[in-house]
């Protein structure tokens, strides 16, 4: 667990493709060790090699797997230093795309520059029309 901005449970998985997001991560953002923080959003993660993993987040809020979150990445990105020897900086996998976060330091004194990258894309237009 790390908070990145906002609250995030990371589980490492094999098959991450595979993984029921939406009710592991359901059972993990209402279970009753988060529900003093109003619950957590769930990351699972596949380490894919040394440099990369492939993440699929459940949101909270949203209550539904999103293609990409940018604060569960970094979490995913952190966790993945601290626990799986990946150093900066991580390349990551979402069903959104690729991004790669950096950072400096560690988990005992601390993360700074922290940084996501990737591409600003627009998937969606609309208009909005008031009566």
């Given at each position: 667990f790390t908070n990145t901005g906002s609250p995030h449970f990371v589980r490492f998985v094999k098959q991450v493709q595979f993984y029921d997001v939406k009710n592991v991560g359901a059972t993990i953002r209402h279970s009753e060790a988060y529900e003093p923080i109003q619950g957590t959003n769930a990351n699972f993660v596949?380490?894919?090699?040394?440099q990369t993993i492939?993440?699929?987040?459940?949101?909270?809020g949203v209550e539904d797997e999103t293609y990409s979150c940018g604060t569960g990445v970094t979490a995913a990105a952190l966790i993945s230093h601290v626990f799986?020897?990946?150093n900066s900086p991580v390349q990551i996998k979402t069903l959104g795309g690729k991004l790669s976060v950096s950072f400096e330091g560690n988990s005992q004194d601390g993360f700074t520059e922290i940084f996501l990258?990737?591409?600003?894309?627009q998937v969606f237009k609309g208009e909005f029309t008031s009566r």
């Open positions: 596949e380490k894919v090699d040394a492939f993440v699929r987040t459940y949101e909270r799986q020897g990946m990258t990737g591409p600003a894309v």
